[in-house]
């Protein structure tokens, strides 16, 4: 952050005229950056408001907007993004050939409002500091309410503005059903996954409820999520193969913690079973892990990079609650300073470097300074377009590039810059002038003003030699009611309608006060400005947004200004408004929630205390009911009419109409156990004192399902059993164990 703010300052990475004049590590940066001088903000009393008005000014440039929709009623809501995060979110999210997990995930304590992220990876990166790709963050909703009505404005947004988002590969979430609901409506193909950690954090929190101990809660933990020590890796029923094991697994561990834990566990294990096990099915297990890119064996999902994105939201707000309106702002800075970020990778600076197959794109600071900035911005969408899975062609470019770098190093003269009227620039000037290329005279005095406060020259007003426009200051002070941002843009714009010949003329037929003053919004008619009824008064239309909304507008300042009545007409508008404010926040709050932008008791993620070995060895973790493990040996049983049911898959052991089934299954698997049952008289559940047979299929899958650390090769087959050869290919087969004399 500090190296892209003294760049900036610089002329930064597109403008910059020398490589000397950036920082040349993080110290250096920091030492520069504590010299400069902070801008200075004016804070405002109607910020939906000004983010209405801002987000029309926006709309006539869908490649610079940021501000994508204001809605008002029935809530508040306010949607954010550049074309740059539209972009990438198409590109790195919808490959099925190659794609990133795209996240959402809410955050609060930032105002009076939730804010919703988005990220995405960005595949053509690296980050320095971890060496995997970087988090993005991508769009960004402000809202009041957690509703899936809510959240569906927001899909509906992104996938109208890009169609091609229907084809998100990945979703991850935190479990928060309105939250994902839209983008698995209406994204066919789309893969959801929880997070591991906030899964967890419901489970202790119900056990906690329930009123189950510390140590019981962390080995209930354990047999769902798998447990590490060392470098080996117990795994739980999270880690089941598919759901068929998953169900019989989970099953099992019924009678273990009610034996562990008497009608708790019961408890337990039924709120788990209404409310958690179809999540875990269908968006945690392996198989849905490994479909979403996650590895093999595949790693679990967690959004801790998403919530390190929040927390960028919360440091670039210096983690105080801001007024709507100024974390727009701050966040518009925050996505800039990102998308700047990308672009230093291309010279090896900045927190990212380009992915290694992408590499030999990668230019030297004295290449980069001497392209043009239609160069530069060619060069950027090439790497970032891209495929990290083949090598671009970029002869053509690199050509270029080698003749720019073949004159530079002949010593050959570069042409000076020169003014309008001939006079030789200084590179520095020429470089500010770029940077602020776009913005207009008035945008660079109204900028100066706030910056230093340093008033513009009347004189460079254009037509207003006899008729000095007064300083940006002077006029706040006219509209101290209304935003800072509103106040700055009517400023603005009325300085630039001022000086361009022919946006202001004579209003034929009409009072000869009046104008048609042009507009940048209505480009095929301009608005009639009149003088009204009240002492300095000036009239717009109704069609012009802000004087719409606060009967004052840079059409009505301007012709003022024009007929020399400016002072006169912000005068009636002080006292006018004085009496009667319009207050768009106030009315689209109406009925929000109390506290909209507050989490509430959830407690944040702690951090491990310490580092975890790489696994070694991965095992089913083995389900203890009581202190002392069941070492008795699982051994071959022939089947008998009174045997019912497995007590692995917990489905019958005869066939359909109470028959034995045929060979092999004739016979079953049984072990010494003592196994839980219901007193029916009493009701309560009763552990036997001495042990008896417990059976099950004569699969090993159905063992497993009990006994997880279970070796094919461990059953105990008597010599007395009559066996087939049926049963002896069989037994070979599926416990590997050769019976052939």
């Not at 300074?369 to 970029?394: G, N, P, R, T």
């Not at 004159?407 to 003269?413: A, L, P, Q, R």
């Not at 007409?569 to 929630?593: A, G, I, Y």
């Amino acid at each position: 952050m500090a190296i892209d703010k003294v760049a900036e300052d610089q002329g930064g990475m597109m403008g910059g005229h020398s490589a000397g004049s950036w920082p040349r590590d993080v110290k250096q940066a920091y030492n520069l950056k504590c010299n400069s001088k902070p801008r200075s903000t004016v804070s405002g009393t109607d910020p939906y408001l000004a983010l209405v008005m801002q987000c029309k000014e926006e709309a006539k440039d869908n490649k610079t907007a940021y501000i994508r929709k204001v809605i008002c009623a029935p809530e508040p809501i306010v949607i954010l993004s550049t074309e740059e995060q539209l972009d990438g979110m198409e590109r790195f999210c919808t490959n099925g050939a190659n794609f990133g997990v795209f996240s959402i995930d809410p955050t609060f304590d930032l105002g009076a409002f939730s804010v919703t992220t988005t990220t995405y990876e960005h595949l053509n990166l690296l980050s320095r500091r971890s060496g995997v790709n970087p988090v993005m963050i991508g769009p960004l909703m402000i809202h009041q309410k957690k509703e899936k009505a809510t959240y569906n404005i927001f899909a509906d947004h992104l996938l109208n503005s890009r169609p091609q988002l229907r084809n998100l590969q990945v979703v991850g979430t935190d479990g928060e059903v309105a939250l994902s609901s839209p983008f698995l409506e209406k994204c066919p193909n789309l893969i959801h996954l929880l997070c591991f950690n906030h899964f967890k954090n419901n489970v202790v929190h119900q056990l906690k409820s329930i009123g189950v101990d510390e140590s019981n809660r962390k080995c209930i933990v354990a047999d769902i999520f798998g447990q590490q020590q060392g470098a080996r890796f117990e795994e739980g029923i999270v880690d089941s193969e598919d759901e068929e094991e998953f169900l019989v697994r989970l099953d099992t561990l019924k009678s273990v913690w009610s034996e562990r834990l008497g009608s708790k566990g019961l408890q337990f294990h039924k709120w788990f079973l209404k409310h958690k096990a179809d999540a875990m099915r269908k968006k945690m297990l392996p198989v849905v892990r490994q479909k979403a890119g996650l590895g093999k064996p595949p790693k679990p999902y967690y959004s801790n990079r998403v919530e390190c994105a929040n927390s960028l939201l919360s440091s670039e707000t210096d983690n105080r609650e801001s007024a709507v309106d100024e974390f727009v702002a701050k966040m518009r800075d925050l996505t800039e300073r990102q998308a700047r970020n990308v672009r230093w990778a291309i010279i090896d600076k900045g927190p990212f470097r380009l992915h290694p197959s992408l590499r030999h794109l990668q230019l030297l600071e004295e290449t980069w300074i001497v392209m043009s900035k239609e160069e530069k911005d060619s060069y950027v969408e090439m790497v970032m377009l891209s495929d990290v899975s083949q090598f671009a062609d970029v002869e053509e470019l690199q050509s270029n590039i080698s003749e720019v770098q073949r004159s530079d190093d002949m010593g050959e003269d570069v042409l000076p810059l020169l003014s309008d009227a001939g006079d030789v620039v200084d590179s520095s000037d020429a470089v500010t002038e770029d940077v602020t290329h776009g913005l207009s005279l008035l945008a660079n005095a109204a900028l100066n003003v706030l910056d230093d406060y340093e008033e513009p020259a009347i004189s460079e007003v254009h037509r207003s030699e006899e008729l000095s426009l007064i300083t940006f200051r002077e006029f706040s002070q006219y509209l101290e009611n209304q935003p800072s941002e509103t106040i700055k843009g009517i400023y603005e714009k009325a300085v630039e309608l001022l000086q361009k010949p022919n946006a202001i003329v004579r209003a034929p037929g009409c009072d000869v006060k009046a104008r048609m003053v042009e507009s940048r919004r209505l480009k095929e008619r301009p608005h009639l400005v009149t003088p009204g009824k009240g002492k300095g008064e000036y009239k717009c239309e109704k069609n012009c947004p802000h004087y719409n909304g606060i009967k004052i507008c840079s059409h009505a300042v301007a012709t003022a200004q024009a007929n020399g009545e400016l002072l006169g007409f912000l005068e009636w508008f002080r006292q006018t408004s004085s009496k009667k404010t319009t207050n768009l926040s106030s009315v689209v709050k109406t009925d929000m929630p109390k506290y909209p932008g507050r989490k509430g008791g959830v407690p944040s993620t702690a951090r491990r205390s310490c580092k975890k070995l790489p696994i070694a060895e991965r095992v089913k973790r083995t389900y203890t009911a009581g202190e002392v493990p069941n070492t008795n040996p699982f051994f071959m049983k022939q089947m008998n009419t009174r045997i019912k049911v497995c007590q692995g898959c917990r489905q019958s052991l005869k066939s359909t109409n109470g028959e034995l089934q045929p060979p092999p299954y004739d016979y079953c698997v049984a072990r010494q156990e003592r196994r839980p049952y219901t007193d029916r008289a009493s009701g309560q559940l009763r552990t036997p004192s001495r042990e008896s047979d417990s059976h099950y299929h004569l699969r090993v899958k159905c063992i497993k399902a009990v006994e997880p650390s279970f070796i094919c090769t461990s059953l105990v087959i008597p010599e007395d059993l009559p066996l087939t050869d049926t049963h002896k290919a069989y037994i070979k087969e599926e416990f590997q164990i050769s019976l052939d004399d």
